[in-house]
């Protein structure tokens, strides 16, 4: 996933190198896919939490290249978490307790 994020990163930089729009990408998607009825299921990784979390941190680490200094493209993932209803997205909330969120929303962004 590191060296996909890289290449993206570099297509990026070369095809924007004038700095114009700037270098933000939103991705990875890194909401659950629980539900193949989501719109999006096809843009995130999976309903696994571990694999979810280690695919997105490598594609994230590929974006932002080597250089200690400078990202070469940086990285806002989005549908971060509890996101993927799809019936009344624009108004629901994602409420959840704790426990699922320990246990499964949560252990994306856990090392």
């Known amino acids: 996933m590191s060296q996909a994020g890289a290449q993206i990163g570099r297509e ?3 095809s924007n190198n004038s ?17 193949p009825r989501w719109g999006r299921t ?6 696994d939490p571990y694999l979810v979390g280690k695919l997105s941190a490598g594609l994230i680490q590929g974006y932002r290249g080597s250089n200690p200094k400078y990202f070469m493209l940086a990285s806002m993932a989005k549908h971060m978490m509890a996101n993927s209803n799809e019936a009344g997205r624009m108004n629901s909330s994602s409420v ?10 949560g252990k994306i962004f856990l090392k």
């Open 19 to 35: 700095g114009k729009f700037g270098l933000l990408i939103r991705s990875p998607n890194s909401d659950l896919g629980k539900d």
């Open 96 to 105: 959840f307790d704790m426990r699922l969120m320990r246990e499964y929303y």
């Open 42 to 47: 096809e843009e995130c990784f999976g309903e």
């Open 12 to 14: 990026a930089r070369a």
